[in-house]
């Protein structure tokens, strides 16, 4: 069974940029499509960015498309986070997740409630 542990997270001041990580115990890292979502105090837990199995494939919500960017070190059995140009608004507890279905991740991703492992998620907090 796969475990993810996520780390990274802190306090960062508005325009800064953070780095946060997800690293996947167990075997077979490379089967699993990773991604993270966030979820801001009294809010739903919203999709952040995914990566498919190989690393080849990448999928983005729109609002943070050109100031984050997931990737995936096989060779670490982690999936990062580059967080750029953080706001306020960015503030939340991000978490980890893995699914091993082979499709599309732009087509299943997104949706929480069917996604197969979770980590326990790392706070962000955007504030000066």
């Known amino acids: 069974q796969v475990q993810l542990v996520e780390s990274g997270g802190g306090l960062v001041q508005p325009g800064g940029s953070l780095r946060v990580s997800c690293a996947a115990s167990?075997?077979?890292?490379?089967?699993?499509?990773m991604g993270w979502f966030r979820q801001a105090p009294g809010k739903e837990r919203e999709f952040v960015a995914a990566?498919?199995?190989?690393?080849?494939?990448?999928y983005y919500a729109t609002s943070m498309k050109g100031r984050f960017t997931i990737s995936r070190d096989k060779g670490k059995a982690t999936v990062y986070l580059q967080m750029n140009s953080l706001k306020p608004e960015d503030t939340a507890v991000y978490y980890c997740?893995?699914?091993?279905?082979?499709?599309?991740?732009?087509?299943?991703?997104?949706?929480?409630?069917?996604?197969?492992?979770w980590g326990q998620g790392t706070l962000v907090t955007v504030s000066s």
């Open positions: 997740a893995a699914d091993s279905r082979y499709a599309p991740i732009s087509s299943y991703f997104t949706a929480k409630d069917n996604l197969e492992l």
């Open positions: 167990g075997r077979s890292f490379s089967s699993f499509a």
């Open positions: 990566v498919s199995q190989t690393g080849d494939t990448k």
